[in-house]
Nanobody, 122 residues
């Protein structure tokens, strides 16, 4: 069993930056891939980015390429999502999830955090 806890959300102006964290407990991420998803009000949950823990390989949604960076810290068993050049369309609840591969489909992830709110004002 893996427990995931997100942090780092908040309110930021357009053009600003935030860094989200996803900390794991119960088990290490070593055999997992970790993905970030987001869900805006009235919209379906969408894939943002993922990283395979063992190799460091990453995968991004096209709309965030060049603005968001996913990374990991082995010592802290934590995955980060650095978000730059934020715009109001990035406003959503952001969730991290752990699964067996670099998937963009949310149903392929086994463990989920509770989410953290990101609000970008114009």
């Amino acid at each position: 069993q893996v427990q995931l806890v997100e942090s780092g959300g908040g309110l930021v102006q357009a053009g600003g930056s935030l860094r989200l964290s996803c900390a794991a407990s119960g088990r290490t991420f070593s055999s997992y891939a970790v993905g970030w998803f987001r869900q805006a009000p009235g919209k379906e949950r969408e894939f943002v980015a993922a990283i395979r823990w063992s190799s460091g390989n990453t995968y991004y949604q096209d709309s965030v390429k060049g603005r968001f960076t996913i990374s990991r810290d082995n010592a802290k068993n934590t995955v980060y999502l650095q978000m730059n050049s934020l715009n109001p369309e990035d406003t959503a609840v952001y969730y991290c999830a752990a699964g067996s591969g670099l998937y963009s489909r949310s149903e392929l992830y086994d463990y989920w955090g509770q989410g953290t709110q990101v609000t970008v004002s114009s």
